[in-house]
């Protein structure tokens, strides 16, 4: 049974930077697609970022492109948010498959309905 537990959510001003973090567990040895959701009231949810298990195939949304960088150890998904806006402002979450294509998790071409596992979700607030 897979877990997924967020923290690092903060209220930061603009500019600033924040890390978020995603234990996981319960998935064993298996290839997987880990990614990075936020959704901010009365927003659709956004897909934000993804890494597939060799840590180098990764994919991020334009929205913050350039911005984010996305990394997990053996245990833990992190997503690094840099010059940080207030619409970046928004309940984060991440989700894991146990997917073994690779193309499709870096494509960005998947919902969250195609996620099996979710976390409670970390608030970030940008002012």
């Known amino acids: 049974h897979v877990q997924l537990v967020e923290s690092g959510g903060d209220s930061v001003q603009a500019g600033g930077s924040l890390t978020l973090s995603c234990v996981a567990s319960?998935?064993?040895?298996?290839?997987?697609?880990t990614a990075w959701f936020r959704q901010a009231p009365g927003k659709e949810r956004e897909a934000v970022a993804s890494?597939?298990?060799?840590?180098?195939s990764t994919y991020f949304a334009d929205s913050v492109k350039g911005r984010a960088t996305i990394s997990h150890d053996d245990t833990t998904l992190y997503l690094q948010m840099n010059r940080l806006k207030p619409e970046d402002t928004a309940m984060y979450y991440c989700?894991?498959?146990?997917?073994?294509?690779?193309?499709?998790?870096?494509?960005?071409?998947?919902?969250?309905?195609?996620?099996?596992?979710w976390g409670q979700g970390t608030q970030v607030t940008v002012s």
């Open positions: 989700a894991l498959d146990l997917a073994p294509d690779l193309t499709w998790c870096v494509s960005g071409r998947w919902t969250g309905e195609d996620f099996g596992s």
């Open positions: 319960g998935f064993g040895e298996r290839d997987y697609c």
């Open positions: 890494i597939f298990t060799d840590g180098d």
